[in-house]
């Protein structure tokens, strides 16, 4: 699953680091429905990121679970905000999570999905070639696309339509390298993704007026 909402920026727009950045109300309340809709499950392990932001969601829908951190998991790395030209700033944000990525491409430019591949797919396949029966994942959305994409393929492609809502929950199987996608992005408390919006949709609108307020 994917961890609950976070306040990538300020009320003015400014970013705020991503590393610490911790659950908004709105995303304790995501993951609290997530904890509900999990709740008949037993898990052989909680894996997270590491990240505030997983470990929180973790805590939340599987309380008193010992959590796994791995670092390897964490989310897609992007560069400076300011270093993105204003001509540039649409087709990074709303464009960066479609369609079929080329492995060169860059994350805001940041990490490519080259080296973001690199770093996830071994993980997941460590995490296959372990023992246990059920486990639970919160992780990224771009971290999660990744391990849909690679369910689907078996190779490192990354596609970026597979839209993760904070909070939502993706249901795999997997035995013998044999994979079967069951659920892709059930959020609870918006079953049916009343906003069109995709999430880079509403990061832009969020970072846009402090970089009109920088350029003005």
């Known amino acids: ?15 705020v680091g991503p590393i610490e950045v911790g659950l908004t109300a709105e995303g304790e309340e995501q993951a609290a429905a997530a904890g509900a809709a999990l709740a008949g499950v037993e898990f ?5 990121s590491g990240l505030v932001r997983t470990m929180e969601t973790a805590r939340i829908v599987a309380p008193g679970a010992e959590l796994e951190a791995w670092p390897e998991l964490e989310e897609m790395r992007g560069g400076r905000l300011e270093d993105i030209p204003d001509d540039e ?26 080296e973001f591949l690199d770093r996830v797919v ?34 490192r492609v990354f596609f970026g339509h597979f839209e993760q809502a904070a909070g939502c929950i993706n249901v795999l199987d997997v035995e013998d390298d044999a ?38």
């Open 1 to 15: 699953m994917r961890h609950g909402e976070v306040a990538y920026f300020d009320a003015d727009g400014r970013p």
């Open 89 to 114: 700033l649409d087709q990074a944000f709303t464009f960066s999570l479609r369609g079929a990525a080329s492995p060169d491409d860059s994350f805001l430019g940041g990490e490519t999905y080259r």
């Open 122 to 155: 071994p993980a997941v396949e460590r995490l296959l070639a372990d023992e246990w029966g059920t486990a639970l994942a919160v992780l990224h959305g771009g971290v999660n696309r990744a391990i849909i994409s690679y369910a689907l393929t078996g190779e």
């Open 44 to 48: 052989d392990r909680v894996i997270t």
């Open 179 to 216: 994979w079967v996608v069951r659920t892709v992005g059930y959020a609870p408390l918006d079953p049916l993704h009343e906003s069109r919006l995709t999430v880079m949709e509403r990061y832009l609108e969020q970072y846009r007026p402090y970089r009109k307020g920088t350029n003005g």
